[in-house]
């Protein structure tokens, strides 16, 4: 194995420990080099195609609007922020965008707190009965939402919670909570026997233990299933399209999609409303993007 | 299942544990029971009697919504795009994602630039992707025809979404792009744990790559390519949003799936014994691969070679 200086600077890695790349470096022959420098064109080519759509809503909304109806998919053939004035002052996007953290944050906080203390009890807390308790849970993960979801509205009817705030964040919660207590358990399952031991012969309570010994140590779990959380109800379209239908409470999702039924004029607001509604998920992923990967991977048993 | 309690705990410990594990669970159990076993059991109420939102005693009709789907040719056509959608829509993204994975592999710099320019669309509301590959797709200034008027195939253009023969095919194309990302974060994951040792041993025997590719790389990441594939199938029952969103299940029902049918029939035209049938319908056929997707998670997880 060699390692020869890099003749270009495009395709020479530097041995270094890279993140996702565990395995050691291969020594490199010419040959070898210029195949990685075909593969990195591969690779820059299906980046540009997979993030094509972002680069265009972002063109298009930081058009002028006379630039938008004469060439409304050319890529930055102006600059201006009148579509993003327009989207907020006309389009009404700033209270879906409340409207959007009005449901999105509290239903996070609910399905990572009662999850998180769920899987604590499914994890380590054994009593007759949690079985069953626990495939009813689970359950959730099996059940698309499409089955009830139908019967759902009129009980919300009913219970006076449709098109209100409070119906929308408890269903959002309901759906996340199945995957979310399956997740949290696994955390609270890897944890050593030990630790509980050690703290009880202490003389710490069964509260004790959970609050102070046991929860401090799946915090990194509990983060990731926020941020996933967060994502999956921030882009949650059919629980606000089905259950928030006045439109006083209706999040960015509902709101793009109400905006869609208009003339081909409005797509400059309306390109400017769809950044408003990615830009928290894409910056959230490209901070968090370990724990985001981490959900989503583990989320796939939902389906 | 562990339970990390011995035999020996002290009586005392059980009880109070038992005490703290009902309080910790109870709220969930409460949200479980009113806003999905409630409802779900009210689903197959639904189904046998003749509701039609207003009526709050609706007659019992027994087996006839459901032989009414049998016997509905829209039923039919929408299981077709479902199967339509099922087969490409998972094998599409099985085959780019893993491409995609092999490739990015050994990519050391700049390996997190793709991968994050992969998964991306994933991240993003299905709103967002619908608009924007709305305008992709416009018959007009769209950039698919523009393309295709460059390198001269203007015979080809076309109102992708606005053509009942290519519509459905112009939504799978972005439900594709959507979900390849998701695709490949997994099998890079599962690339992960493929023996190096062997790889190795396998190149200095001089092994070739589509042979390493067959015989070493794709046993060992089987189980999680079932599990990719059981999940995008599953995906494929339920398929609402994206549809729902580009083309209403339109045009003239071209692109109906069983969940925009039974959102239509539904809230719509206010038949919602009917829709609720046909969301059942979604539920029994989704439901066996979501059980055997679970087993086979239970099963990666136990292996330690779990996503």
């Known amino acids: 194995m060699t390692t020869t200086t890099a003749p270009t600077t495009e395709t020479a890695p530097p041995p270094r420990r890279g993140v996702g790349a565990p395995r050691e470096d291969n020594g490199m022959s010419p040959r070898r080099r210029t195949a990685l420098t075909g593969k990195h064109l591969l690779l820059i080519v299906l980046s540009a195609v997979s993030l094509f759509p972002v680069i265009l809503v972002i063109s298009t909304a930081l058009k002028s609007e006379e630039d938008v109806r004469t060439n409304p998919f050319g890529l930055f053939s102006s600059f201006s922020l009148e579509n993003l004035q327009n989207a907020w002052v006309v389009g009404d996007f700033g209270s879906y965008l409340l409207n959007s953290i009005l449901l999105s944050v509290p239903s996070t906080l609910l399905v990572v707190v009662l999850s998180t203390m769920a899987g604590y009890t499914f994890a380590r807390l054994p009593f007759r009965g949690r079985s069953v308790a626990f495939y009813l849970v689970v359950l959730g993960l099996l059940v698309p939402f499409f089955a009830y979801m139908i019967p759902l509205y009129f009980q919300l009817r009913g219970l006076g919670l449709l098109d209100t705030l409070p119906g929308a964040i408890l269903v959002l919660t309901s759906t996340g909570v199945s995957f979310g207590t399956f997740f949290m358990r696994a955390f609270f399952s890897d944890l050593p026997l030990e630790l509980e031991q050690a703290a009880r012969v202490d003389g710490a309570s069964e509260w004790q233990i959970f609050l102070k010994v046991m929860l401090p140590l799946v915090s990194s779990g509990a983060g990731a299933l926020g941020v996933f959380t967060f994502i999956q109800n921030w882009n949650n379209f059919l629980v606000p399209l089905l259950y928030l239908p006045g439109g006083e409470f209706r999040p960015l999702t509902t709101g793009l999609y109400q905006f869609t039924g208009g003339r081909s004029l409005d797509i400059g607001p309306l390109a400017a409303g769809t950044l408003i509604t990615i830009i928290p998920v894409v910056v959230l992923f490209l901070l968090m993007q370990r724990q985001v990967a981490e959900g989503f991977i583990s989320g796939a048993v939902k389906g | ?307």
């Open chain 2, 1 to 307: 299942m562990s339970t990390p309690i011995s035999l020996t705990t002290p009586k005392v410990t059980r009880r109070a544990q038992t005490r703290l594990g009902i309080a910790l669970i109870s709220p969930l159990m409460l949200l479980v029971i009113v806003f999905f076993l409630f409802p779900l059991g009210n689903a197959i109420y639904y189904s046998v009697v003749d509701f039609d939102g207003i009526d709050p005693t609706p007659a019992f009709v027994g087996l006839q919504n459901y032989t009414r789907l049998l016997t509905d040719p829209e039923v039919w056509h929408a299981l077709g795009n479902n199967a339509i959608w099922i087969v490409i829509g998972t094998a599409a993204p099985l085959l780019i994602g893993l491409a995609q994975a092999l490739l990015l592999w050994k990519v050391r710099n700049a390996g997190i630039f793709y991968r994050l320019a992969f998964f991306l669309p994933y991240v993003l509301p299905q709103v967002a992707i619908g608009i924007v590959w709305g305008w992709i797709y416009d018959p007009v200034s769209g950039w698919v025809n523009k393309a295709l008027h460059v390198v001269g195939l203007d015979q080809l253009t076309t109102g992708w979404l606005g053509n009942p023969n290519t519509a459905l095919y112009a939504v799978l194309v972005t439900a594709i792009w959507a979900t390849t990302g998701f695709v490949l974060i997994i099998f890079l994951s599962a690339l992960r744990n493929v023996d190096g040792a062997l790889m190795d041993a396998s190149r200095l025997d001089g092994v070739n790559a589509v042979q390493q590719l067959w015989y070493i790389i794709l046993p060992q990441i089987m189980p999680v390519f079932l599990m990719v594939t059981t999940v995008t199938l599953v995906g494929g029952f339920s398929v609402f949003d994206i549809i729902f969103i580009m083309t209403g299940g339109g045009p003239a029902n071209a692109t109906n799936v069983i969940g925009t049918y039974a959102y239509t029939n539904a809230f719509q035209l206010s038949q919602i014994s009917y829709g609720t049938t046909l969301a059942l319908l979604i539920t029994a056929l989704s439901v066996p691969f979501a059980v055997a997707l679970n087993r086979l998670q239970r099963r990666l997880s136990l292996q330690g070679t779990g996503a």
